[in-house]
């Protein structure tokens, strides 16, 4: 009795830590991000371009995501509903912690150093996504910074 007792305590420990990790990531992402920096990279021509004035916001709720900002003289906005995953990949010898915003468009979302709890109220972080357009495929990195609260 005392053994399921302790194999259950354990358990229950494991699953609210599972929990708590996805939850404070999402809520770390929660709020407004101010863009400081993008870069677009073309693999096939090699050709990449930058932009380091940080014009845009990006506003993460709950379940909705809107942003806007400007890139290479083109305005770029979206609003779209989102799910926010955490899976884990290898890196190495190890698994890592894998965080992702999916719906209309995917990204990855890298938090600040990517420590282990860089996720944890975090205000740095990296949006990556890959784009497939006719027959180019580009990939965009956004670099964030949240906006302090009032």
Request: glycine share 6%; hydrophobic share 35%.
């Amino acid at each position: 009795m005392h053994k399921i007792f302790s194999l259950s305590i354990c358990l229950l420990f494991i699953l609210s830590s599972c929990g708590s990790k996805i939850e404070s990531a999402k809520e770390s992402l929660e709020g407004s991000w101010q863009v400081k920096e993008i870069f677009k990279y073309t693999p096939s021509t090699g050709v990449s371009v930058e932009d380091k004035s940080g014009v845009g916001t990006f506003e993460f709720t709950n379940l909705q995501c809107d942003y806007h900002f400007t890139f290479n003289s083109i305005n770029e906005m979206n609003s779209f509903e989102y799910e926010f995953q955490v899976s884990k990949e290898n890196a190495g010898f190890i698994k890592v912690d894998r965080f992702d915003i999916v719906g209309e468009e995917n990204y990855r979302v890298r938090f600040g150093d990517e420590t282990s709890d860089a996720h944890e109220g975090d205000s740095e972080i990296t949006l990556e996504r890959t784009v497939e357009s006719d027959s180019l495929t580009f990939e965009i990195i956004i670099h964030l910074e949240k906006n302090s609260p009032p």
